[in-house]
């Protein structure tokens, strides 16, 4: 199995930056897919960004296209989420979740990852 852990959140104001990083342990040698969810409060899980494990291809919600960038570094078996011109809609608790799968497989369904961290708070102020 693998254990994934974020880092990274805060408190930014609006039009801020902040990179959230998922870190990976355990079975590490296997490829994986990578998630970022997140769940502002009142609000269902939803999904943010995915990425392959070859880092070939990736997937974002709509609403962070071209604020957010997922990217992987399986030298540090780590995935980044780097967040641009936030916004205060951006608040929430955000969550890496990780899935064994070939390098090139990608999915934005939650229900397809088993692994999950504890999740990282995210809050934009206006």
């Known amino acids: 199995q693998v254990q994934v852990v974020e880092s990274g959140g805060g408190l930014v104001q609006a039009g801020g930056s902040l990179r959230l990083s998922c870190a990976a342990s355990?079975?590490?040698?296997?490829?994986?897919?990578t998630g970022w969810f997140r769940q502002a409060s009142g609000k269902k899980r939803e999904v943010v960004a995915a990425?392959?494990?070859?880092?070939?291809?990736?997937y974002y919600t709509d609403s962070v296209k071209g604020r957010f960038t997922i990217a992987r570094n399986n030298t540090k078996n780590t995935v980044y989420l780097q967040m641009n011109s936030l916004k205060p809609e951006d608040t929430a608790v955000y969550y890496c979740?990780?899935?064994?799968?070939?390098?090139?497989?990608?999915?934005?369904?939650?229900?397809?990852?088993?692994?999950w961290g504890q999740g990282t708070q995210v809050t934009v102020s206006s």
């Open positions: 979740a990780a899935e064994y799968a070939g390098p090139d497989y990608l999915s934005s369904q939650s229900r397809e990852y088993t692994y």
């Open positions: 355990g079975r590490t040698y296997r490829s994986y897919l």
């Open positions: 990425i392959n494990w070859s880092g070939s291809n990736t």
